[in-house]
């Protein structure tokens, strides 16, 4: 079965960077695209990046653009999101979803990050 | 971006109940709308795409309807397991975009 393991997050200062990975198992991953969903405490979702199957296209929401990137290691079955530039509305669970066509059909279990002097 | 409104945010229901959630988007999505559900503490899970079509697995007392910019989810007799909170996305156009969530009380 599909199971989509984060890690990764932790406390970090205002302006620091983290990298959280997301480890991919159950399905043929080369062949689907994969997104990053955050939920900051108390709140609701909010839908990050996606990176296509291939790695060759990647979209952002606009409150991350230019701070957050998101890659993938198709032979390590594994996304990442490379966060940079912390600011204290950044804290959240971050999960990873994988896409199935356009849509998202599993999810993990999400990485809290958490930002903090 | 495209703007997801859900009503009502919050719905007080009773075990054996049918209750409709209704999601508004702010332009045509054709019928581009997801729904998921989430438990507290819980990572989402998936119940529908394409406005009607259920997931895996997903029990077939969870139903989709709508399309352009007015969506339904109706939950037919509902069950202690169905209180949560329900969300409905947008995957028409990046960036996607949810609906700020109906919370499913008893």
């Known amino acids: 079965q599909v199971q989509l393991v984060e890690s990764g997050g932790g406390v970090v200062q205002p302006g620091g960077s983290l990298r959280l990975s997301c480890a991919a198992s159950?399905?043929?991953?080369?062949?689907?695209?994969m997104h990053w969903v955050r939920q900051a405490p108390g709140k609701g979702l909010e839908w990050v990046a996606v990176i296509w199957n291939d790695g060759s296209k990647k979209f952002y929401a606009g409150s991350v653009k230019g701070r957050f990137t998101i890659s993938r290691d198709n032979f390590k079955n594994t996304v990442y999101l490379q966060i940079n530039s912390l600011r204290d509305e950044d804290t959240a669970v971050y999960y990873c979803?994988?896409?199935?066509?356009?849509?998202?059909?599993?999810w993990g279990q999400g990485t809290l990050v958490t930002v903090s002097s | 971006d495209i703007q997801m409104t859900q009503s009502p945010p919050s719905l007080s229901a009773s075990v054996g109940d049918r209750v409709i959630i209704t999601c508004r988007a702010s332009q045509d999505i054709k019928n581009y709308l997801a729904w998921f559900q989430q438990k507290p503490g819980k990572a989402p899970q998936s119940l529908i795409y394409a406005a009607f079509s259920l997931q895996t697995g997903v029990p077939s007392k969870f139903s989709g309807s709508g399309s352009g910019t007015e969506f339904t989810l109706t939950i037919s007799s509902l069950q202690p397991e169905d209180f949560a909170t329900y969300y409905c996305?947008?995957?028409?156009?990046?960036?996607?975009?949810f609906g700020q969530g109906t919370r499913l009380e008893i």
């Open positions: 996305q947008q995957y028409d156009t990046y960036p996607y975009t």
């Open positions: 159950g399905f043929t991953f080369s062949s689907y695209g």
């Open positions: 979803a994988k896409g199935s066509s356009n849509w998202i059909d599993h």
